[in-house]
């Protein structure tokens, strides 16, 4: 496996596990990221999953946020911008209970 990929593993199935294309909607499409973001309140790994998305640069709604609300809360809380990009989407981490992101490769990940 490449140095610049990050492997997390779940502890619990998402909730997002039943339709993972919800959660990759496009900026325009406010009626499909209120429904992802539902699905996210009450999902067991929520909070791993943002962490995840704050420390990787990932399209879509993570941990109940979208792209735009997690680059708020790096500015916020100083927490440096990622730069690289999704190789694969959530679907894939549903079969396996893995994902992979890439990083930004000068960061200490």
């Known amino acids: 496996m490449p140095a610049d990929l990050t492997v997390p593993v779940l502890h619990a199935p998402p909730a997002c596990a039943g339709d993972p294309e ?8 406010v009626v499909q ?8 309140e009450g999902c067991p790994v929520r909070r791993d999953c943002l962490a995840f998305a704050l420390t990787h640069a990932v ?6 946020t979208t792209e735009a609300e997690r680059a708020q809360i790096q500015r916020q809380h100083g927490l440096p911008r990622r730069v690289g990009w999704s190789t694969g989407h959530l679907a894939g981490a549903i079969d396996s209970d893995t994902y992979s992101t890439t990083t930004d490769p000068t960061s200490e990940d």
């Open 22 to 29: 919800l959660f990759f909607p496009m900026p325009s499409q």
């Open 59 to 64: 399209h879509g709604i993570w941990g109940g």
């Open 33 to 40: 990221i209120a429904a992802a973001k539902r699905v996210c």
